[in-house]
């Protein structure tokens, strides 16, 4: 599907700058090196522009800078951790490990603690952070993805996409409507052959899940996805891993019914958690589904930095959706005091999407969501979701009504 791969593995985890796997481009600088930047003079302003590690042209001012190179450091040096535990557990070391039949050589005690032992070290180093270089072999592998592509045969994508060669559904129609809009400056998804790779991922699932389809949203999330994975394959499968089993139910079906769900639980927990902010911008009658549901249904991709986005990511594919809570969470409790002063619903807006463009410190937005915020079992998010789906759905239904007695007296 893709054209020779040109992606280097380096030793401090990075690939080079401006290479994206599939076309080869002139080579710049290692990402590994001091971002370098164009600057342009603009009144009490000092911005720069430069490229990020996934090929996005990004602009800031010269903190922004300051903090990606820091990041960056820090991730090399954590880098340098997985290097380690690779040699010395092995390269696959992450993966769960098999009994074979007849269980020779290992006792189930034995391999419940290695287990929990791998786990546990696990969690830490993802929530620090996957070097890029190992993030395809890992995101599959924490996810599940490669263990539901193993069930299927090994020709299963190549002949979805043969099948659906030519054909024509609402889905297919929305999904070419949508391709040119997806992240337009990106030198390589603002290619025919960029879009011509991101069409038959969204295209192969909408046939493979004829109840989900396609939704907007899910370009942005495939696109990132082919980005980061090596092949389109791999960016298929994770996508289908995560609407099958990482996230909600129904949250990109043809009425959002899941999404809507999410947004009545966040709404629920931002009360409980910054009952500061929530009481605020409830007296303002601001609701928070203005800027959240964006966040939920792009997964954050058109909201925070590339890099930002994919450290979130890692943390996804591992833990699960409550992940998408606590991240959502942190933006709000980040900004607490500026929130606090506003009297203007724009007021707010402004403040949260600046906040979410120039968050180029994933350890920062990390820290806060998950010791700021505190605990959130899944189960208790899955009892709030339980709770909220009556209202949704009864809510949906009468929307659904309302629009059929309009069609019904235009008659």
Not at 199 to 215: A, E, M, Q, T
Not at 334 to 358: F, P, S, Y
Request: with cysteine; glycine share 4%; hydrophobic share 40%.
């Amino acid at each position: 599907m893709f054209g020779p791969q040109t992606q280097r593995e380096l030793s401090n985890g990075y690939p080079p700058r401006r290479i994206l796997y599939w076309k080869p481009l002139t080579p710049s600088p290692a990402a590994a090196a001091p971002i370098t930047t164009s600057m342009a003079r603009k009144p009490n302003m000092l911005t720069v522009k430069f490229e990020d590690l996934y090929g996005f042209t990004v602009e800031g001012n010269i903190d922004d800078v300051n903090v990606l190179n820091e990041v960056r450091e820090r991730v090399r040096q954590q880098g340098r951790v997985w290097w380690a535990l690779e040699a010395h557990k092995g390269a696959n070391w992450y993966l769960q490990p098999e009994i074979s039949s007849n269980g020779e050589g290992i006792s189930v005690a034995s391999l419940k603690l290695s287990t929990l032992a791998n786990t546990i070290t696990l969690k830490r180093l993802i929530r620090k952070g996957i070097p890029p270089v190992l993030r395809p072999k890992v995101w599959l592998s924490v996810s599940g993805a490669a263990k539901k592509r193993s069930t299927v045969p090994d020709s299963y994508y190549v002949d979805l996409i043969m099948a659906t060669e030519g054909k024509v559904t609402p889905a297919t129609r929305q999904i070419d409507h949508d391709l040119p809009r997806t992240f337009p400056c990106h030198p390589w998804l603002d290619t025919l052959e960029g879009q011509a790779s991101l069409r038959r991922v969204l295209v192969g699932y909408s046939f493979r899940d004829s109840d989900v389809g396609y939704c907007q949203g899910l370009n942005y999330v495939a696109a990132l996805l082919l980005l980061v994975m090596k092949t389109e394959e791999d960016a298929f499968w994770m996508l289908a891993v995560l609407l099958e089993n990482v996230l909600v139910n129904d949250c990109y079906t043809d009425n959002l019914s899941g999404c809507h769900v999410e947004q009545r639980v966040f709404k629920d927990l931002l009360a409980k958690k910054c009952p500061r902010i929530a009481a605020h911008l409830e007296a303002m009658e601001f609701d928070v589904s203005l800027v959240a549901t964006e966040w939920f249904l792009c997964l954050f991709s058109k909201s925070l930095p590339s890099e930002t986005t994919l450290r979130v990511w890692d943390v996804l594919f591992n833990e699960g959706a409550k992940v998408l809570f606590h991240v959502a969470l942190a933006i709000f409790k980040m900004k607490e005091e500026e929130l606090l002063r506003t009297h203007q619903i724009g007021d707010v807006i402004d403040i949260l999407q600046t906040t979410t463009h120039h968050l180029y410190d994933p350890d920062e937005l990390l820290r806060v969501a998950f010791d700021k915020i505190g605990s959130m079992t899944t189960n208790t998010i899955t009892k709030q979701r339980k709770k909220q789906e009556p209202a949704v759905m009864a809510e949906l239904d009468q929307r659904l009504r309302r629009l059929n007695s309009l069609k019904m007296d235009e008659k």
